[in-house]
Each structure stands twice: as structure tokens, then as C-alpha cells.
């Protein structure tokens, strides 16, 4: 902003520069007051779309995290279920087996080979 000194002792010598200095002062005014408000007005939309976008990402990072924290769960159901896989084919590769059979049939249900005496120990 330019400051415009003036003098009371200088009088214009016609009322046309007179009338023309003033308006040049108040172009300049127009124009000054015109960029102030520019200014401001794009200053107000920067800070709605700065805080738009800050809204925006912290929305979309609690997704983030909720989807992360899904994915996690269910990694660690996917492995627990591969393992009880595993161990369920081991099983059943075992079943077919007579001699495992023999013994499953054995400890669990207490039966013996023809001949065999069985001990029941306390304790066990």
C-alpha cells in the first residue's frame, strides 16, 4: 500500500486534475480493498478444503485400520484351519492303517490281544 502525503498549502489549479486525482486515489482504494478480499476469500477456501481432505483422511485411515486388523484375524483363522486340515488328513491316513487302528482301539477302549493280560495302574 502506497501512503499519499498530502499538502494543505497545494491547491489544484483546475477542478478536472482535482476531480482526476481523486479518482485515482480511489481506484487505488477499489483495488486495494478488490485484493484484500480476494485474498481472504481464497484464504477461507483453503482452510475448508485443508480441512475437508484432514476429515477425509482420517475417515478413510480408520477404514484402514478396521480392514488391516480384519485381515489379520483372518490370516490367523486361515492358519489355524490349515493346521486342524493337516492334522485330520494325518488322521485319516492313519485310520487306514490296522496296526494304528490296533492301538487307538487298544487305549481307548481298553481291549486286549488274545493271550494279553492288561493291568489297570493307579494313577493312570
Known sequence: MM????????TPLNAKSANQLNLEERKMR???????????????????????????YHTQYVKYETAAKSLETAKSNLDK????????????KDLGD?????????????????????????GE
Open 3 to 10: 501512503a499519499v502525503n498530502k499538502q494543505s498549502n497545494i
Open 81 to 92: 484351519a490349515n493346521k486342524t486340515n493337516a492334522n485330520l488328513k494325518q488322521e485319516v
Open 30 to 56: 477499489y483495488s486495494q480493498v478488490v485484493h484484500l478480499r480476494r485474498r481472504v476469500v481464497l484464504v477461507a477456501v483453503m482452510v475448508v478444503v485443508t480441512i475437508f481432505a484432514m476429515v477425509n
Open 98 to 122: 490296522n496296526s494304528y487302528l490296533e492301538k487307538l482301539i487298544r487305549e481307548k477302549y481298553m481291549y486286549s490281544k488274545d493271550g494279553e493280560v492288561v493291568f489297570n495302574l493307579p
